[in-house]
């Protein structure tokens, strides 16, 4: 990634500081609300963004969106020092300052909105700012190519859940979180609602089987990974099934579906961890490891298991950000991050070797560190998983087993035994980029030590997440339990699995990743059918985008007709004389040649005959007006298309003498389907208001005795006037058209 | 006499339907000037037909006698009549300069903008689908 300190100025400049300071004011504000929250209550702010939809923009500051806020400002300020060292130099810094702000503001609205449309707005943020900063190498084809899978897989989950959203809405008849009361459990929609709901956190936090793109993307610069893909981004999905718990879950869906998928997630990740021979590449896999348990847990639903589940999200958040922190400065001060190049670097990079050990044995969940407290707490809560006791402790035992050989891959082999030949001479990171791991690697020792401080925020994170209060007592040591015994096993298991790992590594390489060429071949068929339609719609031929044109008319008609029922009287009338017969033969005939000769002549002057006829029916049922100006407007076609003639080719013969059969079916479809509609309209009653308004008026009000020409001239006098205005347009189009043409042949 | 001006109608907006689908563009023309013909009647019918009555007011009379034809559909045929022969007029042009510009008026060869992807033989006009289908 990048390899340059110089930066434009202590901090990488303006950019730089401003983009530390900010996360580090809003993680004091929300800090000083820790004592309210933590004493139990709920802080909430609102005003109404679109009232008429019930949208408002509302803050709940509760347990759990203040310890994800603190997460988000706290680590986020840990990144941001980081990458002023790390990414300082490169020429696109202040851009990717932006984004990473931009997504910062997302992930906050997200924890922090009280409402589930603005939490969709800001979810949607997040997906669109990680989908830059996973592709800020834009440069190389696998990172934009990652960058679209994530884009596309919680995009689409994202669509899932915006549907979720309006059924919530429909179902509980409010958008806001804290309005919904009752558990909707027994609504006729709870299904719908909880797979949509589902299928959009289980995308964003990387279930299986849409996990495939979260290692892909670790494309993104480190700083990148260990914010989004650590302790932020991912854990959207999981906040959102804690936030819904107290409506959605409870139920045996809910449960059966988490706990499978969570454990699935979770095994299956930590077994792909061991395979992995880039570091960052483990740690991704672990990170998905890490939130099939939270979603697991959540998803067994016990105070217990929602007090591990909360207790084990901040120990994650610590180690991992850390760890990944860690990796970077390894990768910079190394040249690569290959696990088995990698040896003795402890000598060589001390701070990154004791972030590295303090943060793998709490990702190994050794006492006194944190995580040794989460992984107590989950085996508790898993020993006490009625009805699916065996399979939750299975799951957790199998993850952390294998996260302990993990966490030796990651932080034991690389900095112990000789130093190793690397591609740039070992040497240690910058300040910036180590006060940030450091701290946090520290945090992990310090709540393990005295985790009654962690209390504070797991307590109401718990309680807002259960919806009742949950009793929360962190300790290190709960005398000899089932949960320590269990815990000695998992070293001794974790310590095996370590020692063989390499010979794993060969085993495992020989299975085959089938979900992302998978992935690819399903984009490959979206596009071979994007490809197909456009060549079926967009043919690039006038006559087919008629056709298709009319037929949709007449198929429009067809089924209007048809559900009207309509019915029109068909009567001759006795009043029909010889005149009215050959109009008829006159128009219709003349209709037909136009249509079926091949001359142009023939055809102009059945045009002509049309236009008579119609001006003759005009004058037969007293429209003596239209019909001379429909005459002479006729005579004015005819011979504007008869001057146009001697410039036009003929009509070619060729590919107009067979009949289009086709065509001349849909033809008398639709002018079938006209007749009959004129018939019924002229069958219903004729609302004569206007007309007798228009009969009242023209003598006393406009003095005039013809009353189409008052109306035209009077009463409509604007809409005559439009029409002056289109006769223009057309003269004025028609004579830059002409005058184009002579400078065209110059 | 509804019936009549009806089936005029109908087979106004048959003829021109066919002719619009006609790969000549001049044959589309012709097509929109029946198509608007159609229209015309169609409007002008719909408003109700009454014999050899217009709508005038007499002489000395402040409004006209029973039973004249409708005045209003008049209007608006008339002004619909003024503005289709805008458009024909327009089209004619429009028609006229593509001729000049393309040097056809098989509205499939004419494609600049889009020019076929993969056709093996350019030059000779192309059965349309549909017309392959009625064979």
């Given amino acids: ?746 | 006499m509804e019936v009549f001006v009806a089936i005029m109608v109908g087979a106004l907006v048959t003829a021109s339907v066919y002719l619009m689908l006609a790969r000549s563009v001049l044959r589309f023309l012709f097509g929109l000037v029946l198509l608007s013909n159609a229209a015309n009647l169609l409007i002008f019918a719909a408003g109700g037909l009454t014999p050899e009555a217009p709508p005038l007011v007499a002489e000395g009379a402040y409004a006209p006698p029973e039973g004249v034809a409708n005045a209003l559909p008049q209007a608006l045929v008339l002004t619909a009549i003024v503005i289709g022969f805008g458009l024909f007029a327009f089209a004619l042009v429009l028609i006229y300069r593509g001729y000049q510009n393309l040097g056809t008026l098989d509205s499939e060869q004419m494609r600049l903008a889009e020019p076929p992807e993969s056709d093996p033989q350019p030059s000779t006009p192309q059965m349309s689908p549909m017309a392959e289908l009625s064979k």
């Fill in chain 1, 1 to 746: 990634m990048a390899k340059t300190d110089t930066s434009g100025g202590p901090l990488g400049g303006p950019a730089g500081w401003i983009s530390v300071l900010i996360p580090l004011i809003l993680f004091g504000w929300f800090a000083q609300h820790l004592p309210a929250v933590a004493a139990g209550e709920v802080l909430a702010w609102q005003w109404d963004w679109v009232p008429g939809l019930g949208v408002s923009i509302g803050i709940l500051l509760d347990g759990l969106s203040l310890s994800f806020a603190l997460l988000i400002t706290g680590i986020g300020t840990a990144v941001t020092l980081y990458s002023t060292s790390y990414l300082g130099g490169s020429p696109h810094y202040t851009r990717f300052v932006c984004y990473l702000m931009a997504f910062m503001t997302g992930m906050l609205g997200l924890v922090l909105s009280d409402n589930l449309l603005t939490l969709f707005v800001f979810w949607e943020v997040t997906t669109i700012s990680s989908y830059l900063l996973i592709g800020y190498n834009a440069d190389e084809a696998k990172s934009r190519r990652n960058a679209l899978q994530a884009l596309l897989v919680t995009g689409t989950g994202g669509l899932a859940f915006l549907a979720g959203i309006i059924l919530i809405g429909a179902a509980a008849g409010t958008f806001q979180i804290s309005a919904i009361e009752a558990t909707l459990a027994d609504h006729p929609l709870y299904v719908p609602i909880l797979i949509l709901v589902l299928a959009g956190a289980f995308t964003k936090s990387a279930q299986v089987p849409f996990h495939f793109w979260l290692p892909n993307a670790m494309a993104a610069p480190t700083p990148v990974s260990a914010y989004l893909h650590s302790a932020t981004m991912v854990k959207g999905g999981v906040y959102l099934l804690a936030r819904m718990n107290p409506s959605l879950g409870g139920t045996d869906p809910w449960f059966w579906t988490l706990v499978s998928f969570g454990g699935v997630t979770a095994v299956f990740a930590s077994i792909l961890a061991i395979k992995q021979t880039d570091i960052k590449q483990v740690l991704a896999y672990t990170t998905l490891m890490a939130l099939g348990t939270l979603v697991m847990f959540i998803g067994v639903g016990t105070p217990e298991a929602i007090k591990a589940a909360m207790t084990f999200l901040l120990v994650h958040s610590f180690y991992k950000a850390a760890l990944f922190l860690m990796i970077g400065v390894v990768d910079h001060g190394t040249g690569t991050r290959d696990a088995t190049v990698l040896r003795g670097l402890a000598r060589a990079m001390p701070l990154t070797a004791l972030v590295a050990a303090l943060a793998a044995l709490s990702m190994a969940g050794v006492p006194p560190l944190f995580g040794f407290i989460g992984k107590e707490f989950m085996y508790k809560a898993a020993l006490e998983a009625d009805p699916a006791m065996v399979w939750v402790v299975s799951c957790t035992f199998a993850a952390s087993a294998l996260m302990f050989a993990a966490a030796g891959i990651v932080a034991w082999r690389p900095f112990t035994g000789r130093l190793a030949d690397t591609p740039v001479r070992a040497h240690e990171g910058t300040a910036p980029m180590l006060i940030g791991p450091l701290l946090l690697a520290a945090l992990g020792l310090g709540l393990g030590l005295f985790p009654d401080y962690a209390e504070a925020l797991v307590r109401p994170a718990a309680a807002a997440v259960a919806g009742t209060e949950v009793k929360v007592d962190l300790y290190l040591w709960g005398g000899v339990n089932t949960a320590l015994i269990l815990s000695l096993v998992t070293f001794a298991i974790g310590w095996v699995l370590y020692l063989i790992h390499g010979r794993l590594r060969g085993w495992l390489l020989t299975w085959k990743s089938r979900f992302d060429p998978g992935w690819d071949r399903l984009l490959g068929w979206v596009a071979a059918g994007a490809r197909w339609q456009t060549e079926v719609i967009q043919t690039g031929q006038l006559r087919r985008y008629i056709f298709v044109t009319f037929a949709t008319l007449a198929i429009v008609m067809a089924w209007t007709v048809w559900r009207a029922e309509l019915t029109p009287s068909m009567t001759l009338g006795d009043d029909i004389r010889i005149k009215h017969w050959s109009v008829l033969l006159f128009i219709t005939a003349g209709a037909a040649l136009v249509a079926f000769t091949n001359s142009r002549m023939t055809a102009v002057a059945s045009l002509g005959v049309v236009g008579v006829g119609v001006a003759l029916v005009f004058i037969m049922f007293g429209a003596p007006d239209v019909a001379i100006t429909q005459l002479l407007v006729e005579v004015l076609q005819v011979v504007l298309v008869a001057v146009a003639m001697l410039k036009l080719p003929h009509l070619n013969h060729e590919y107009v003498k067979t009949l289009r059969i086709w065509d001349l079916l849909l033809a008398v479809v639709i002018g079938g389907l006209t007749t009959f509609v004129l018939l019924t309209v002229m069958d219903t009653p004729f609302d004569l208001r206007l007309t007798e308004f228009f009969e009242e008026n023209s003598v006393p009000v406009a003095y005039g005795r013809n009353i189409v020409n008052v109306i035209l001239v009077d009463f409509r006098a604007m809409d005559t006037f439009g029409e002056i205005a289109v006769v223009v347009i057309a003269a004025l189009g028609a004579f830059a058209l002409l005058r184009g043409t002579k400078r065209g042949t110059q």
